[in-house]
């Protein structure tokens, strides 16, 4: 088939600036590349990090570029804000990458069309193209609350979902929907399983330390306030946490004021809590390699739950949250608690895992088993598997 993958317009492909959806595009580019499945095209936002990256010398998989940055893209950029007046379904900036892909593939024949976590993109392809259309979601984008969301389920050939939880929330639609697939998500879980963890001396750290970690964006749903309240209530001083990245993906970051606030607190246990800021994300299994138990305490519908996946193949016993997508990836083998009394379930959780080592030990073994289901390979295989349900 010739495909075309519409991406959000917001990171680069390949994926320099890091992204889970960027990420996973990767994953599957990589897959076609080595078996020769399709003739793809990815539209994406230009970055001058990937100018010479090997994966744009693939014979099957071409890469075509909107710059969004710049001087002469702002220009064009406030031009269009102007005639456009703001009626749009995204934001100008994405609307504007958008309308620069569809001059292109108005003049292009594809068969699929798969659009990337912005089911609004469409409300322009309708009538555009003769391709089927497909959804890739992420998020929960789609469900009976979003603007013109019925005009979109119908305008889909076929939509893929990340989880069980996210096609369900499409279901809110239609309850009799035979569009939505289940797509569970991938990682490179070898990266995780083989590397070398860093000495923890470096972080200030020792060896007779319980180290939990938690890794992902600092934001408030992300739930790592709570377990900074629930290390200061446990209040023993072996027990540290490592707190691994920052409040948005790439390198540019800013201090927030939640930012600001999870420092603040953890002032008063500024001797058993550490800061990394952002991590490149190929040294984030090197962190997690140190810690003794992952946690992941999500305080909203997680979607799927990539960190999950990656404390897994990390082999770290895992405390989490009845979040989402998440029971379906570590339901049996992880500490699953609910965000009510939040502060209090993740502290005896930690100190049930403190005080068990043969307990860490058997989780560990069994996150590591579950882990090999979420391979990117066996992600890329069951995506491909997936559009075959075209109608």
Request: hydrophobic fraction near 40%; proline fraction near 3%.
């Amino acid at each position: 088939m010739k495909i075309a993958i519409l991406t959000s317009g917001v990171l680069p492909i390949p994926s320099v600036q890091g992204g889970a959806v960027e990420n996973l595009i990767d994953f599957c580019l990589e897959y076609n590349d080595k078996h020769q499945l399709h003739d793809i095209t990815v539209y994406s936002v230009y970055d001058p990090d990937v100018k010479n990256h090997p994966a744009r010398y693939s014979k099957v998989n071409h890469y075509r570029y909107i710059k969004t940055n710049g001087y002469v893209a702002k220009i064009l950029k406030d031009i269009y804000l102007k005639i456009r007046g703001g009626r749009e379904y995204y934001h100008y900036s994405v609307e504007y990458f958008f309308e620069r892909v569809l001059w292109n593939i108005k003049r292009k024949k594809y068969n699929v069309i798969i659009v990337e976590n912005r089911p609004g993109y469409v409300l322009k392809l309708t009538g555009k193209t003769t391709a089927k259309l497909v959804l890739h979601q992420g998020n929960d984008f789609l469900n009976n609350q979003v603007s013109q969301y019925h005009k979109i389920y119908e305008a889909f050939d076929l939509i893929l979902n990340v989880s069980s939880y996210i096609s369900e929330r499409v279901r809110t639609i239609n309850p009799n929907d035979s569009k939505c697939k289940t797509v569970l998500n991938g990682i490179d879980t070898n990266s995780f399983l083989c590397a070398k963890p860093f000495s923890r001396q470096r972080l200030g750290l020792n060896e007779k330390d319980f180290v939990i970690v938690y890794s992902g964006r600092l934001t408030k749903e992300k739930g790592v306030l709570e377990l900074i309240h629930a290390i200061c209530k446990l209040n023993n001083s072996k027990i540290k946490l490592l707190i691994i990245g920052a409040n948005a993906y790439g390198t540019n970051q800013k201090t927030t004021k939640f930012i600001q606030n999870l420092q603040h607190e953890a002032l008063q246990i500024k001797d058993r809590v550490k800061f990394t800021g952002f991590i490149d994300y190929q040294e984030v299994p090197l962190y997690l390699k140190m810690a003794d138990i992952a946690v992941v305490p999500s305080m909203w519908e997680e979607p799927f739950g990539l960190t999950v996946v990656e404390a897994m193949a990390a082999g770290l016993p895992l405390i989490t949250t009845r979040s989402g997508g998440i029971p379906e990836i570590c339901e049996g083998v992880a500490t699953i608690v609910n965000r009510e009394d939040i502060v209090v379930n993740l502290a005896n959780a930690i100190l049930e895992l403190y005080n068990h080592p043969e307990k860490r030990q058997a989780m560990a073994k069994a996150s590591l088993e579950r882990s090999k289901l979420f391979d990117k390979e066996t992600y890329a295989r069951n995506f491909f598997a997936a559009l075959e349900h075209i109608k």
